[in-house]
């Protein structure tokens, strides 16, 4: 299976405390990004990486998310000091640009709980 | 600023019947492209199909159909002879290339579509 893996699927955690998720993309696939699923809302981008470079951020971003991708192969998404406003699904979805066009495949996500 | 709104919240339809989404979208670019992606249940995200803004081309994939006219600026989906399969949540999405070279996504709010025996 080549697809876009992630783990954990499901987290619940207390207010408070730090959790990381972490995304496997599909392996010859440069490109990464993380999005951010409420209740009834489509998914609204967060972050950006081509190859290891993190090259854009949201606002939604705040200082208390931090996202890496170490040597350019899977990428983790920490969130710290997390609050109930945190709770949502996280998406991961990667790609591989070929002359200026891209289609963007999407893990299983992880769903977040914070109580 | 980029916008894609999909009005319909909820259909039901029964087994069978034809059901077309509803997709408009806001872009000051003129080269763009949109998408639609189906979301089941289990909340993964299926990739359906890509268009660009330069192609006006209908298409169709088996059951499935789009309709792009860029003169009301709608990517509309059909699905013919729905299938109790086809419940799922759909999203049209649109996609620029932004300062940073990326091609993030735009997505609408989603129509939940439930499909009854």
């Known amino acids: 299976d080549t697809g876009v893996s992630q783990n954990p699927r499901h987290k619940i955690t207390k207010r408070g405390q730090n959790v990381t998720f972490r995304c496997d993309p599909i392996?010859?696939?440069?490109?990464l990004y993380w999005y951010r699923q409420t209740l009834g809302q489509g998914p609204e981008f967060l972050t950006y990486?081509?190859?290891?470079?993190?090259?854009?951020k949201s606002r939604l971003l705040s200082d208390r998310f931090s996202a890496e991708r170490p040597k350019g192969s899977f990428s983790t998404l920490e969130i710290q000091r997390t609050e109930q406003g945190d709770s949502a699904m996280y998406l991961c979805?990667?790609?591989?640009?070929?002359?200026?066009?891209?289609?963007?495949?999407f893990g299983p996500g992880t769903r977040l709980l914070v109580l | 600023a980029q916008k894609v709104t999909q009005a319909q919240t909820e259909i039901s339809v029964v087994e069978k019947e034809d059901v077309t989404l509803d997709c408009v979208y806001e872009?000051?670019?003129?080269?763009?492209?949109l998408f639609w992606y189906k979301q089941p249940p289990s909340g993964e995200l299926v990739f359906l199909i890509r268009?660009?803004?330069?192609?006006?081309q209908n298409e169709i994939s088996g059951r499935y159909s789009w309709n792009f006219q860029k003169s009301t600026s709608s990517f509309n989906f059909t699905i013919t002879a729905s299938q109790v399969v086809d419940s799922a949540v759909y999203f049209c999405?649109?996609?620029?290339?932004?300062?940073?070279?990326?091609?993030?996504?735009?997505f609408g709010k989603g129509t939940k579509l439930s499909v009854i025996p």
């Open positions: 872009t000051r670019d003129t080269t763009y492209y």
């Open positions: 979805a990667s790609s591989f640009s070929v002359a200026g066009v891209e289609t963007q495949y």
């Open positions: 268009r660009n803004s330069f192609d006006e």
């Open positions: 990486f081509q190859n290891e470079a993190q090259l854009e």
């Open positions: 999405a649109l996609s620029f290339i932004s300062g940073a070279g990326s091609y993030q996504l735009t």
């Open positions: 392996s010859e696939h440069n490109r």
